[in-house]
């Protein structure tokens, strides 16, 4: 099946900094990407949907200018977040949309990334 | 918008027994498709099986198989011969084939006893 990475695996930074997240998409090309955001034992959170070479489209709620996402080609994607905070700990997962071995429109995800700020 | 609905925050069934996880969904989308994810203590998602709409039949896959009910906007999971691998949260998801993302249900922890 489709392969999507995510580095790093988890982060810890001081309060203020900014940490930078990559999702690649290993062997497809992802037509789209989303960003989400998950607390423990709940659901997945959309923030984002980045399609390449656009301005990546925010969910409600969510500040583009704390959390932004460059999608640069089909195949990577980056969510930097910016002065980060205590409050963003969570964590992030991508996910990418392609063509499955069948043709099928599927959605795949990367293993996650858990990002603590202290 | 769509909402989807997974009314089990918590299930369990004994190994090697079957179970069934409930899904219920709204949209007024004709094209869209339905998927339900596994994920792990490890925390990573894995797709476990997909359905079209406008396919009728039900998706399998090995010991998965769905029971999908469009005209009641129905979409339970069914595992059969239980492991305790299958032990995880287990996600259901509608991706709107127009406005390109997905809506997921809230989970269901589902654990499976020895």
């Known amino acids: 099946g489709a392969v999507v990475s995510q580095h790093p695996s988890r982060v810890i930074c001081k309060s203020g900094t900014s940490v930078k997240i990559e999702c690649r998409s290993l062997d497809f090309q992802a037509t789209t990407m989303f960003w989400y955001r998950q607390f423990p034992k709940q659901s997945l959170m959309l923030m984002a949907t980045?399609?390449?070479?656009?301005?990546?489209?925010?969910e409600q709620g969510v500040e583009k200018d704390k959390f932004l996402i460059n999608h640069a080609s089909l195949t990577l994607s980056t969510l930097t977040v910016t002065s980060a905070h205590p409050e963003d700990s969570s964590f992030y997962i991508c996910?990418?949309?392609?063509?499955?071995?069948?043709?099928?429109?599927?959605?795949?995800f990367g293993p996650g990334t858990r990002l603590t700020v202290l | 918008a769509q909402t989807v609905t997974q009314s089990q925050p918590e299930m369990s069934v004994q190994e090697a027994e079957t179970v069934t996880l409930s899904c219920t969904y709204d949209?007024?989308?004709?094209?869209?498709?339905l998927f339900w994810y596994k994920q792990p203590p490890s925390r990573q998602m894995i797709l476990v099986i997909r359905?079209?709409?406008?396919?009728?039949q039900n998706a399998t896959e090995n010991r998965f198989s769905v029971n999908f009910q469009k005209a009641a906007k129905s979409f339970s999971l069914k595992i059969s011969d239980s492991q305790l691998g299958d032990t995880a949260m287990y996600f259901c998801a509608f991706l709107n084939t127009n406005a390109g993302k997905s809506t997921f249900g809230d989970g269901t922890t589902l654990t499976v006893k020895p």
């Open positions: 996910s990418a949309r392609g063509l499955n071995e069948r043709g099928s429109d599927t959605q795949y």
């Open positions: 980045s399609n390449e070479g656009s301005k990546a489209t925010y």
């Open positions: 949209t007024s989308e004709n094209n869209y498709y």
């Open positions: 359905q079209e709409a406008y396919k009728q």
